[in-house]
């Protein structure tokens, strides 16, 4: 018998589809959302020879059991923290003062699991030289501990300037943390890492769970990025530590991103979140400190962590309640646009009450299927009626949420799937006048660098451009 003659590719044709079969099954029992679970069979059915392996990457997961373990480590650490008398700044009536703006988002506190503080000082980051020069600054005064969380370090000019820095800090005794996701930082050498761990800095890489199938699991990445300094200085916002971040990498330099520096009791809710990560990669808590005075006033603010193993859709949630409490004015910016039907729905509403909506989305795309079904979502947006703008002069990675003239957010959180349910995420959610008067000037001067997206754009895209945006929206539950 000849084994490889033609029939052999009858036989693999029939392989590849009963994989693809039992590939589907297993979406439908295990993929979180009914689009993602569609989206996946379908595709494993009918075309698996070119979804089988990225369902492997993508898809595949254990998630019940993901969940159930990442959770009873959260509930580990927190038995831990308690018995360090922990969250003494609730207990010392540091929660929020009264709010007409803040009552209008009263599913956050429940939400968010953690209280809105007063009394926090908050200055806003824009680009990446201010961000870094003042998180550079921060670390160099460091005197007890530095806790750094990025998603993505890169092993460049700037990743070479944090690494001196913390060798530095490491040899002068202060206590350094270094975490990052395994998945974003998967080009970092071990070059990089040992010379950090010899010297004495704490490094770990945030992984799912481990085994030799999940070096394939791209899901459940965290994605936020914390830096704490000494208990007092906190940092939040879109960076991560790359040269593309300070603009020095066409074709998408210039970078455009936003940060936040905090001092203040929500400095405390910040290493809280550290901590749950950093416990789930090292089984062990990272120095967690108080300082001893606050600032006598000053912002409200409440963090805003979200992930998988959270009992609601945190991050969804968030963005529904935050576009529901607007009566003015929701000005968002992120640079993935593929909303669910809840906050789509959320967004159309704010229209017919009259309200200001504007999405602020790049005009170059770093991921061109992610780009192309945020462009057909971008058309139907501006046929409901939001205003829709595409930043120009470089790549706009911002997370930015404004709402009304006191409600602001700056953190890591897209608006899609990803960020939604799959994604550890962090948002600074603030509730002050003057700050959201800054937020505002910074996005009057993105949108004035901004083209506002026609309706009549939809109609001239090309044919063969619009079977691609909607091939792309397609699989948009599961980008």
Known sequence: MDYFGPHIFGYLIALLHSLGMIAAIHAVLT?????GS??????LVFIPYLTLIPYLVFGRSTFD???KARRQANEEMRKAIAEMNWRPWVEEALTARASNAYASLRAMPKLGRMPCLANNEVRLLINGQATFDAIFQAISHARQAVLIQFFIIHDDRLGQRLHSLLLKKAAEGVKVYLLYDRIGSHSLPHSYVQPLRDAGVEVKAFATRSGWLNRFQVNFRNHRKIVVVDGILGFVGGHNVGDEYMGEKPPLAPWRDTHV??????VACMQESFAEDWFWAARSLPPLI??????????LCQLLASGPADAYETCSLFFVEAIHAATERVWITSPYFIPDEAVFAALRLAVLRGVDVRILLPSRPDHRIVYAASSLYAFEAVRAGVRVFRYQPGFMHQKVVLIDSEISAVGSANMDN???????EVMLLTVDSAFALDVGHMLDDDFAQAHEIAKEESRETRRLQQVGMRIARLISPIL
């Open 418 to 424: 990803r960020s939604f349910r799959l994604n550890f």
């Open 261 to 266: 520096q905090v001092r203040g009791p929500v």
């Open 290 to 299: 108080l300082p001893d005075v606050y600032p006598d006033d000053g912002v």
């Open 38 to 43: 569609i989206a996946w069979a379908l595709s």
């Open 65 to 67: 059991g993901y969940i």
């Open 31 to 35: 993929v979180r959302t009914a689009q």
